[in-house]
Every structure is written in structure tokens, then in C-alpha cells.
């Protein structure tokens, strides 16, 4: 089992500026927030790479994808081949993914969202540690991580025990699209998750082609089509196809969140070798908080 081939969504009326958006890498380096995904992508051995875009946005997309000039960089491994796929008309995430068929063919496939940036807490990316797994289990792969029930309402979680002699490697024997507390306690059990957390997605899947038949009958079957999440896909998958969750040594931030950007942004500084430099002026900025609120 071999992954060759990407997906990023990204043609979402609320989502199709955030890739756009320009941060400094831990580098020193101005990219995109899609270049930063492209590298993600790189660094996982990925050859070809589909983005699903909003019909007017292939050349703004295009532009971002490199250096200024149009000239591609890449962090770690050889540039992907990229595909620009439109979204005709704004009828939702599953509908999104789906446009990336004849794209994928009958491959498994990595996805990424279009708004997450990920941050790796040791010197494995998340996607290239996820992809690994795949290859090697010769599974589908969701990444995720423990998250308080207090959050459950934001996110697609999984269930299911860990696989033996693996800590972070889980076998998703349930999956429920933005949980209440109760029913996540009730069908997502995790032998060994502290009390109050559970496994929920990364923004992260290597998922089989198979994925795009079942999006397909969830669309079809859908009163609100627009509402179909991958989620609800998903949770076709158990008792069909051996589906596994990774518990991703990285952390992810999500740029449509309020201050999700500026987050984003404060992490890569923080890790990357302008750290010093940054770290003093914030400094400097909460200094300067409290002294004018000792002076009022």
C-alpha cells in the first residue's frame, strides 16, 4: 500500500481566503498558509496533489502555492505535482470532497483540510507520521487527538480499544459527528483515556477510494445535503474496512477559530529560530498592558 496522491479542501465560502493568509514559518520564511500545507504534503512522500477550490479562486490559489515569483519551495521531500479541482457551486464539505474522484481513482489517499495548520512537537510531521501507519497496517488512518468533552460540539470523535503494544494506535469501532458529553459516553469508549476526553479528528485522514461511494449515498440520502460531513461517511467504515486512529505527537490549529491566525502565527514563532526575537516583543507588549493599567 503505497500513498501517493493529497487532497485539500478549500472552496468553502468560509474557508477559501484562510489558505491564502501569509505567515512567517519556523524558518524565517513568508508562505502561505497552503504552501505550509503543500510542505506538509511533501514531507509525507505525497507525488501529486489535488486542491478543491471555489471556481474563481485557481489562479489566486496558484499564486500561493510557491515563492513570490511563482517559483516553487518546498521544505522536505520532492514537489508535488499540483491539480486545481472547482467546486461548481457551494453545496458543502462532502460535495467538496467528492470533486477529487476521478482525481484519486481507486488509490488510498492522503486529506488534508484547507483551514488547519499543524505543528509537529518532535521532528516527525503528522502527515508523514500518519501515512507511515497506513503503509505499514495497510489501513485507513484517521488522526486525532484527546480533547475535553467541554469541545466535543466542534468536532467528528472516534471510539474504539488500542491495538496491541501500539499506545497511540486505536482500532474506530465508533465515530459520531459533534457528540453531546452523554452520548460520547455512552458509544465512544477509549480504554485508558483519562476521564472526560475522548479521540476526536486531527483535520488529518489516509482514507481508501472507497470513501467516495459512501460520500455519494450520504448526499443522496441527505435532506440538507450542505450539512453532509465526511463524518458521516465514515462512520460507514467500521465492519467494513479496517479503520484506525493515530494519536498525532503535534498540535493543530484551526484558522477560522477566533484568533485562530494570530495563534497559529505565535506557535510557529515560538518553535522556529526567530523564537528570541519574538518572545521579547510580547514581552514587551504585556509590559506595556500592565504598565497602562497601573497608570489608570
Same mark, same amino acid.
Request: one cysteine or more; proline letters at 6%.
Given at each position: 500500500?503505497?500513498i ?7 472552496? /468553502?465560502p ?5 489558505? +491564502?493568509?501569509?505567515l512567517?514559518? *519556523?524558518? #524565517?520564511? %513568508?508562505? =502561505? &498558509? ?15 496533489v489535488?486542491i ?13 502555492t ?10 522536505d521531500g520532492v ?42 512537537? /518532535? ?6 507520521? +500518519?501515512?507511515?501507519?497506513?503503509q *505499514?497496517e #495497510?489501513? %485507513?488512518? =484517521? &488522526? ?26 486505536f482500532a ?8 453531546t458529553?452523554?452520548e ?19 483535520g ?5 477510494a ?6 455519494a ?10 450539512r453532509?460531513s465526511?463524518t458521516h461517511?465514515l ?14 505527537? %503535534? ?9 485562530g ?32 493599567r497601573?497608570?489608570?
Amino acid at each position: 500500500m503505497k500513498i501517493r496522491k493529497a487532497v485539500i479542501t478549500a472552496a /468553502g465560502p468560509d474557508q477559501r481566503e484562510l489558505p +491564502l493568509q501569509r505567515l512567517v514559518d *519556523r524558518d #524565517g520564511s %513568508a508562505k =502561505s &498558509a497552503l504552501r505550509l500545507l503543500l510542505d506538509e504534503a511533501a514531507a509525507a512522500g505525497i507525488g501529486e496533489v489535488a486542491i478543491i477550490v471555489h471556481p474563481d479562486d485557481g489562479e489566486r490559489y496558484a499564486a500561493a502555492t510557491g515563492a513570490p515569483g511563482g517559483a516553487p519551495r518546498v521544505a522536505d521531500g520532492v514537489e508535488p505535482k499540483l491539480h486545481f479541482v472547482p467546486q461548481a457551486a457551494a453545496r458543502g464539505y462532502a460535495d467538496a470532497l467528492l470533486q477529487a474522484r476521478d482525481f484519486v481513482g481507486d488509490e488510498p489517499f492522503l486529506h488534508l483540510v484547507g483551514d488547519h495548520l499543524f505543528l509537529p512537537r /518532535g521532528e516527525l510531521r503528522p502527515a508523514a507520521e +500518519l501515512v507511515a501507519v497506513a503503509q *505499514r497496517e #495497510g489501513a %485507513a488512518v =484517521s &488522526a486525532v487527538q484527546s480533547t475535553r468533552e467541554s469541545h466535543l460540539r466542534e468536532y467528528g470523535v472516534v471510539g474504539g480499544p488500542r491495538v496491541a503494544g501500539r499506545e497511540r494506535l486505536f482500532a474506530i469501532d465508533a465515530v459520531l459527528e459533534k457528540p453531546t458529553p452523554t452520548e460520547a459516553e455512552q458509544t465512544l469508549f477509549v480504554p485508558g483515556l483519562r476521564a472526560g476526553h475522548y479521540l476526536c479528528f486531527f483535520g488529518m485522514h489516509v482514507l481508501p477510494a472507497a470513501i467516495f461511494d459512501a460520500l455519494a449515498q450520504a448526499l443522496r440520502d441527505a435532506a440538507e445535503p450542505r450539512r453532509v460531513s465526511l463524518t458521516h461517511a465514515l462512520a460507514t467504515l467500521p465492519g467494513r474496512a479496517r479503520w484506525l486512529a493515530l494519536e498525532v505527537a %503535534a498540535t493543530r490549529f484551526n484558522l477560522g477559530e477566533k484568533y485562530g491566525l494570530l495563534i497559529a502565527q505565535l506557535a510557529l514563532g515560538l518553535s522556529g529560530r526567530d523564537r528570541d526575537d519574538v518572545l521579547a516583543q510580547v514581552t514587551e507588549l504585556l509590559l506595556a498592558r500592565e504598565k497602562g493599567r497601573a497608570q489608570k
